[in-house]
T-cell receptor
Framework: DAMVIQNPRYQVTQFGKPVTLSCSQT?????MYWYQQKSSQAPKLLFH???????NEADTPDNFQSRRPNTSFCFLDIRSPGLGDAAMYLC????????????????FGDGTRLSIL | QKEVEQDPGPLSVPEGAIVSLNCTYS??????FMWYRQYSRKGPELLMY????GNKEDGRFTAQVDKSSKYISLFIRDSQPSDSATYLC???????????FGQGTRLTINP
């Protein structure tokens, strides 16, 4: 089945130690998203890629970076994690709305739960 | 005021009941409306996707959009224990892929 796969499912890191989360997709979608979701809260968009074009949300901290080396893979880098960055990080993908004349639904992976010691 | 309001619950109903989940919103530019189901420790799973006003049915699930009232609903018929999850509404503006989510309603179906 075509899917969005996130690795690892659980990640523990130390305060201030850089960490990288990964996402891969077999849907061949050209838009990829990273969300942060804290307990009992709605997912919050951090940034997204239209192909190679990076789109950052205005309120995303500089501590969060992303890389997309090819269509299938996208990485979330947290340069110096703080205690407030403990959360579930969700990757999602969608088709380009321009290809089909309207917004396209987003499909999510199962997330990486990040803990900070 | 949040752009999308959703009662967080928790909501607990007996098996077989009809469940009604709702969201209200303030931005009249929203055109695309979605419902996602999220099980514990899993990612959101797309249940329903609708454009503009009207109803959409898929099995036991019915989504309704009333743009004049800025109100959307998800109905679950013949609810099952496996429907126990958090339900998130989400919406977006035409041409903008950014989703604005409600807080999510935690639903429990009791056998």
């Amino acid at each position: 089945d075509a899917m969005v796969i996130q690795n690892p499912r659980y990640q523990v890191t130390q305060f201030g130690k850089p960490v990288t989360l990964s996402c891969s997709q077999t849907l061949n979608h050209n838009v990829m998203y990273w969300y942060q979701q804290k307990s009992s809260q709605a997912p919050k968009l951090l940034f997204h890629y239209y192909d190679k074009d990076f789109n950052n949300e205005a309120d995303t901290p500089d501590n969060f970076q992303s890389r997309r080396p090819n269509t299938s893979f996208c990485f979330l880098d947290i340069r110096s994690p703080g205690l407030g960055d403990a959360a579930m990080y969700l990757c999602a993908t969608s088709r380009d709305p321009g290809d089909r004349g309207g917004n396209q639904p987003q499909h999510f992976g199962d997330g990486t739960r990040l803990s900070i010691l | 005021q949040k752009e999308v309001e959703q009662d967080p619950g928790p909501l607990s109903v007996p098996e077989g009941a009809i469940v009604s989940l709702n969201c209200t919103y303030s931005n009249s530019a929203f055109q695309y409306f979605m419902w996602y189901r999220q099980y514990s420790r899993k990612g959101p799973e797309l249940l329903m996707y609708t454009y503009s006003s009207g109803n959409k049915e898929d099995g036991r699930f019915t989504a309704q959009v009333d743009k004049s009232s800025k109100y959307i609903s998800l109905f679950i018929r013949d609810s099952q224990p496996s429907d126990s999850a958090t339900y998130l509404c989400a919406m977006s503006v035409q041409g903008a892929q950014k989703l604005v989510f409600g807080q999510g309603t935690r639903l429990t179906i009791n056998p």
